[in-house]
Protein backbone atom coordinates (compact mmCIF):
# COMPACT_ATOMS: atom_id res chain seq x y z
CA UNK A 1 0.00 0.00 0.00
CA UNK A 2 3.11 2.19 -0.57
CA UNK A 3 3.15 4.23 -3.63
CA UNK A 4 6.69 5.40 -4.98
CA UNK A 5 6.05 7.99 -8.05
CA UNK A 6 8.44 10.69 -9.29
CA UNK A 7 6.60 14.05 -10.80
CA UNK A 8 7.78 16.28 -13.39
CA UNK A 9 6.33 19.82 -14.88
CA UNK A 10 5.90 19.10 -18.55
CA UNK A 11 7.54 21.43 -21.10
CA UNK A 12 5.36 20.99 -24.41
CA UNK A 13 2.70 19.31 -25.46
CA UNK A 14 4.89 16.86 -27.61
CA UNK A 15 3.17 13.18 -25.37
CA UNK A 16 -0.58 13.77 -27.01
CA UNK A 17 0.95 12.70 -30.20
CA UNK A 18 2.27 9.55 -27.90
CA UNK A 19 -0.60 8.88 -25.54
CA UNK A 20 -2.20 5.68 -26.00
CA UNK A 21 -5.07 6.69 -23.85
CA UNK A 22 -7.03 9.85 -22.30
CA UNK A 23 -9.58 10.07 -19.72
CA UNK A 24 -11.14 12.91 -18.18
CA UNK A 25 -10.98 13.62 -14.18
CA UNK A 26 -12.78 15.27 -12.49
CA UNK A 27 -12.20 15.07 -8.41
CA UNK A 28 -12.39 16.53 -5.26
CA UNK A 29 -11.59 16.36 -1.25
CA UNK A 30 -13.11 15.00 1.55
CA UNK A 31 -10.17 15.96 3.42
CA UNK A 32 -7.30 17.93 2.01
CA UNK A 33 -5.21 16.89 5.61
CA UNK A 34 -1.66 16.41 3.55
CA UNK A 35 -1.32 13.51 6.33
CA UNK A 36 -4.64 11.83 5.63
CA UNK A 37 -5.97 13.01 2.17
CA UNK A 38 -9.44 11.51 1.04
CA UNK A 39 -9.89 12.14 -2.71
CA UNK A 40 -13.28 11.08 -4.17
CA UNK A 41 -12.74 10.82 -8.38
CA UNK A 42 -14.85 10.16 -11.31
CA UNK A 43 -12.39 9.08 -14.07
CA UNK A 44 -14.68 8.19 -17.10
CA UNK A 45 -17.49 6.22 -15.98
CA UNK A 46 -15.72 4.82 -13.06
CA UNK A 47 -15.85 6.33 -9.56
CA UNK A 48 -13.08 5.78 -7.09
CA UNK A 49 -12.23 7.31 -3.52
CA UNK A 50 -8.18 6.98 -2.32
CA UNK A 51 -6.96 7.87 0.80
CA UNK A 52 -3.33 9.12 1.02
CA UNK A 53 -1.06 9.31 3.36
CA UNK A 54 1.67 11.57 4.28
CA UNK A 55 4.71 11.73 1.89
CA UNK A 56 7.67 9.96 3.08
CA UNK A 57 11.00 12.58 3.75
CA UNK A 58 12.14 12.06 -0.05
CA UNK A 59 8.66 13.03 -1.05
CA UNK A 60 8.96 10.03 -3.65
CA UNK A 61 6.65 7.24 -1.53
CA UNK A 62 3.36 7.52 0.00
CA UNK A 63 1.23 5.31 1.58
CA UNK A 64 -2.10 5.19 -1.00
CA UNK A 65 -5.40 3.08 -0.75
CA UNK A 66 -8.17 3.20 -3.04
CA UNK A 67 -11.21 1.20 -3.98
CA UNK A 68 -13.41 1.52 -6.98
CA UNK A 69 -17.02 2.79 -5.92
CA UNK A 70 -20.27 3.20 -8.41
CA UNK A 71 -20.26 6.42 -10.20
CA UNK A 72 -23.54 7.25 -8.39
CA UNK A 73 -21.90 7.16 -5.18
CA UNK A 74 -19.00 9.40 -6.68
CA UNK A 75 -21.19 11.64 -8.17
CA UNK A 76 -23.07 12.29 -4.58
CA UNK A 77 -19.98 11.89 -2.49
CA UNK A 78 -18.48 14.92 -4.73
CA UNK A 79 -21.04 16.93 -3.64
CA UNK A 80 -20.45 16.24 -0.10
CA UNK A 81 -16.22 17.50 -0.52
CA UNK A 82 -14.61 20.45 0.59
CA UNK A 83 -15.12 23.81 -1.77
CA UNK A 84 -12.70 23.74 -4.90
CA UNK A 85 -12.55 20.66 -7.36
CA UNK A 86 -9.99 19.49 -9.94
CA UNK A 87 -10.79 19.01 -13.76
CA UNK A 88 -7.93 17.65 -15.84
CA UNK A 89 -7.56 15.38 -18.82
CA UNK A 90 -5.36 12.44 -18.30
CA UNK A 91 -3.14 10.97 -20.79
CA UNK A 92 -1.43 7.80 -20.60
CA UNK A 93 1.86 7.70 -22.80
CA UNK A 94 4.23 4.08 -22.76
CA UNK A 95 7.94 5.16 -22.56
CA UNK A 96 10.33 1.82 -22.64
CA UNK A 97 9.23 0.15 -19.98
CA UNK A 98 7.22 2.75 -17.66
CA UNK A 99 3.98 4.41 -18.28
CA UNK A 100 3.73 8.02 -17.88
CA UNK A 101 0.17 10.08 -16.60
CA UNK A 102 0.09 13.47 -17.36
CA UNK A 103 -2.11 15.41 -16.60
CA UNK A 104 -3.61 18.60 -18.47
CA UNK A 105 -5.33 20.79 -16.29
CA UNK A 106 -8.62 23.28 -16.53
CA UNK A 107 -10.52 25.89 -14.64
CA UNK A 108 -8.71 27.95 -12.35
CA UNK A 109 -5.17 25.25 -12.78
CA UNK A 110 -5.73 26.02 -16.47
CA UNK A 111 -1.92 26.07 -17.74
CA UNK A 112 -0.94 23.72 -15.74
CA UNK A 113 0.99 20.29 -17.40
CA UNK A 114 2.06 17.40 -14.99
CA UNK A 115 3.91 14.16 -15.53
CA UNK A 116 3.93 11.77 -12.89
CA UNK A 117 5.57 8.17 -13.35
CA UNK A 118 5.16 5.31 -10.93
CA UNK A 119 8.11 3.42 -9.59
CA UNK A 120 9.39 -0.35 -7.86
CA UNK A 121 11.70 1.66 -6.32
CA UNK A 122 13.21 5.40 -4.97
CA UNK A 123 16.23 4.37 -7.29
CA UNK A 124 14.70 2.52 -10.38
CA UNK A 125 15.87 4.15 -13.55
CA UNK A 126 13.60 5.16 -16.63
CA UNK A 127 13.87 6.82 -19.49
CA UNK A 128 13.39 10.78 -20.04
CA UNK A 129 11.32 11.79 -22.82
CA UNK A 130 12.03 15.23 -24.10
CA UNK A 131 8.89 16.82 -22.57
CA UNK A 132 10.13 16.51 -19.18
CA UNK A 133 11.01 19.14 -17.58
CA UNK A 134 11.46 20.41 -14.01
CA UNK A 135 11.12 17.65 -11.52
CA UNK A 136 8.27 18.56 -8.80
CA UNK A 137 8.09 15.13 -6.61
CA UNK A 138 7.50 16.05 -2.79
CA UNK A 139 6.54 19.45 -3.39
CA UNK A 140 3.36 20.13 -1.64
CA UNK A 141 2.18 23.01 -3.86
CA UNK A 142 1.76 20.35 -6.69
CA UNK A 143 -0.04 18.19 -4.75
CA UNK A 144 -3.83 17.85 -5.93
CA UNK A 145 -5.27 18.67 -3.02
CA UNK A 146 -3.39 21.62 -2.48
CA UNK A 147 -3.98 23.02 -5.76
CA UNK A 148 -7.81 22.14 -4.71
CA UNK A 149 -7.64 25.06 -2.34
CA UNK A 150 -4.69 27.35 -4.31
CA UNK A 151 -5.22 26.70 -8.03
CA UNK A 152 -2.28 27.47 -10.08
CA UNK A 153 -3.89 30.72 -11.53
CA UNK A 154 -3.82 32.33 -8.20
CA UNK A 155 0.30 31.65 -7.91
CA UNK B 1 -28.00 7.43 1.57
CA UNK B 2 -29.54 9.71 4.19
CA UNK B 3 -29.66 7.71 7.63
CA UNK B 4 -32.08 8.71 9.96
CA UNK B 5 -31.47 8.51 13.57
CA UNK B 6 -32.55 8.70 16.86
CA UNK B 7 -30.10 8.81 19.79
CA UNK B 8 -30.13 8.03 23.87
CA UNK B 9 -28.42 8.24 26.80
CA UNK B 10 -28.89 4.73 28.36
CA UNK B 11 -30.18 4.61 32.24
CA UNK B 12 -29.21 1.34 33.61
CA UNK B 13 -27.47 -2.23 32.20
CA UNK B 14 -31.08 -4.30 31.83
CA UNK B 15 -30.16 -4.10 27.76
CA UNK B 16 -28.00 -6.54 28.14
CA UNK B 17 -30.41 -9.48 29.34
CA UNK B 18 -32.41 -8.82 26.05
CA UNK B 19 -29.11 -8.80 23.59
CA UNK B 20 -29.22 -11.04 21.01
CA UNK B 21 -25.54 -9.64 19.31
CA UNK B 22 -22.88 -8.05 21.33
CA UNK B 23 -19.33 -6.79 18.93
CA UNK B 24 -16.20 -5.21 20.15
CA UNK B 25 -15.71 -1.94 17.99
CA UNK B 26 -12.86 -0.29 17.24
CA UNK B 27 -12.96 2.94 15.42
CA UNK B 28 -10.44 6.28 14.07
CA UNK B 29 -10.90 8.94 12.72
CA UNK B 30 -9.12 10.17 8.87
CA UNK B 31 -11.23 13.12 9.17
CA UNK B 32 -13.55 14.68 12.37
CA UNK B 33 -14.82 17.38 10.51
CA UNK B 34 -18.17 17.23 11.24
CA UNK B 35 -19.55 18.19 7.76
CA UNK B 36 -17.72 15.48 5.80
CA UNK B 37 -16.34 12.63 8.83
CA UNK B 38 -14.55 10.23 7.93
CA UNK B 39 -14.28 6.99 9.74
CA UNK B 40 -12.74 3.66 9.63
CA UNK B 41 -14.02 0.95 11.78
CA UNK B 42 -12.96 -2.66 13.16
CA UNK B 43 -16.35 -4.58 14.22
CA UNK B 44 -15.28 -8.20 15.73
CA UNK B 45 -13.35 -9.98 12.56
CA UNK B 46 -14.86 -6.86 9.19
CA UNK B 47 -13.32 -3.72 8.44
CA UNK B 48 -16.10 -0.63 7.13
CA UNK B 49 -15.59 2.94 6.15
CA UNK B 50 -17.73 5.39 6.40
CA UNK B 51 -18.33 8.67 5.25
CA UNK B 52 -20.87 10.61 6.90
CA UNK B 53 -22.42 14.62 6.10
CA UNK B 54 -23.62 17.40 7.99
CA UNK B 55 -26.82 16.54 10.55
CA UNK B 56 -30.18 18.07 8.98
CA UNK B 57 -31.46 20.60 11.28
CA UNK B 58 -33.39 18.64 13.22
CA UNK B 59 -30.44 16.58 13.93
CA UNK B 60 -31.89 13.45 13.00
CA UNK B 61 -30.67 13.34 9.29
CA UNK B 62 -27.77 12.79 7.81
CA UNK B 63 -25.45 12.18 4.89
CA UNK B 64 -24.06 8.28 5.10
CA UNK B 65 -21.80 6.43 2.80
CA UNK B 66 -20.45 2.92 4.34
CA UNK B 67 -18.26 0.17 2.61
CA UNK B 68 -17.04 -2.94 3.83
CA UNK B 69 -13.25 -3.16 3.45
CA UNK B 70 -10.96 -6.31 4.00
CA UNK B 71 -9.85 -6.47 7.77
CA UNK B 72 -6.17 -6.14 6.69
CA UNK B 73 -6.80 -2.79 4.81
CA UNK B 74 -8.65 -1.31 8.01
CA UNK B 75 -6.14 -2.02 10.19
CA UNK B 76 -3.43 -0.21 8.10
CA UNK B 77 -5.92 2.83 7.72
CA UNK B 78 -6.72 2.51 11.32
CA UNK B 79 -3.00 3.50 11.87
CA UNK B 80 -3.29 6.67 9.76
CA UNK B 81 -5.92 8.38 11.80
CA UNK B 82 -6.15 10.81 13.58
CA UNK B 83 -4.75 10.84 17.16
CA UNK B 84 -7.81 9.50 19.81
CA UNK B 85 -9.65 6.41 19.23
CA UNK B 86 -12.76 4.78 19.77
CA UNK B 87 -13.05 1.40 21.61
CA UNK B 88 -16.63 0.04 22.47
CA UNK B 89 -18.98 -2.99 22.56
CA UNK B 90 -22.48 -2.55 20.83
CA UNK B 91 -25.46 -4.49 21.97
CA UNK B 92 -28.27 -4.97 19.72
CA UNK B 93 -31.08 -5.44 21.23
CA UNK B 94 -35.04 -6.16 19.45
CA UNK B 95 -37.56 -4.06 20.85
CA UNK B 96 -41.11 -4.22 18.83
CA UNK B 97 -40.22 -3.74 15.14
CA UNK B 98 -37.11 -1.91 15.55
CA UNK B 99 -33.37 -2.11 16.90
CA UNK B 100 -31.84 -1.07 19.23
CA UNK B 101 -27.97 -0.43 18.87
CA UNK B 102 -26.68 0.19 22.70
CA UNK B 103 -22.14 1.27 22.55
CA UNK B 104 -20.83 0.28 25.61
CA UNK B 105 -17.69 2.75 25.64
CA UNK B 106 -14.13 1.97 27.43
CA UNK B 107 -11.05 4.04 28.08
CA UNK B 108 -11.06 7.43 27.92
CA UNK B 109 -15.00 6.88 27.52
CA UNK B 110 -15.57 4.87 30.36
CA UNK B 111 -18.81 5.22 32.32
CA UNK B 112 -20.86 6.74 28.84
CA UNK B 113 -23.38 4.35 27.40
CA UNK B 114 -25.53 5.51 24.64
CA UNK B 115 -28.50 3.94 22.57
CA UNK B 116 -29.53 4.07 18.68
CA UNK B 117 -32.45 3.44 16.55
CA UNK B 118 -32.36 3.73 13.29
CA UNK B 119 -35.92 5.14 11.37
CA UNK B 120 -37.54 5.01 8.42
CA UNK B 121 -38.69 8.56 8.77
CA UNK B 122 -38.25 11.59 10.96
CA UNK B 123 -41.79 11.36 12.50
CA UNK B 124 -41.67 7.39 12.39
CA UNK B 125 -42.99 5.98 16.68
CA UNK B 126 -41.09 3.48 18.35
CA UNK B 127 -41.76 1.65 21.31
CA UNK B 128 -39.29 3.14 24.20
CA UNK B 129 -37.74 0.39 26.68
CA UNK B 130 -37.05 1.73 30.29
CA UNK B 131 -33.35 1.93 30.40
CA UNK B 132 -33.84 4.63 27.49
CA UNK B 133 -32.69 8.25 28.85
CA UNK B 134 -32.66 11.60 28.00
CA UNK B 135 -32.61 11.65 24.15
CA UNK B 136 -29.23 13.65 22.78
CA UNK B 137 -30.31 13.11 18.90
CA UNK B 138 -28.04 16.16 16.89
CA UNK B 139 -25.82 16.90 20.36
CA UNK B 140 -22.59 17.23 18.32
CA UNK B 141 -20.63 16.05 21.90
CA UNK B 142 -22.23 12.50 21.40
CA UNK B 143 -20.83 12.41 18.15
CA UNK B 144 -18.22 9.74 17.48
CA UNK B 145 -16.04 11.19 16.18
CA UNK B 146 -16.10 14.54 19.31
CA UNK B 147 -15.76 12.00 21.58
CA UNK B 148 -12.24 10.65 20.03
CA UNK B 149 -10.75 14.11 20.47
CA UNK B 150 -12.92 15.06 23.82
CA UNK B 151 -13.42 11.81 25.55
CA UNK B 152 -15.93 11.62 28.08
CA UNK B 153 -13.86 11.68 31.23
CA UNK B 154 -12.59 14.61 30.66
CA UNK B 155 -16.09 16.49 30.31
Known amino acids: M ?5 KFLVTSTAFMD ?6 RIVQGYISTDP ?3 VRIRIKG ?11 SESGLSRFEWEKEIPLLEAQQL ?17 IGA ?10 ENQ ?21 LGEEVTGDVRYYNAYLSKNPFLQW
Not at 2 to 6: A, D, L, M, S
Not at 18 to 23: D, G, I, S, T
Not at 80 to 92: A, M, V
Request: include cysteine.
Open 35 to 37: DRT
Open 111 to 131: GLVMAEIELQSEVEAFEKPDW
Open 78 to 94: LQLCEKGSIDKTRFEVK
Open 98 to 107: HVFEIDVFYG
Open 45 to 55: EKGFITIKGKG
Open 2 to 6: IEIER
Open 18 to 23: QAFVNN
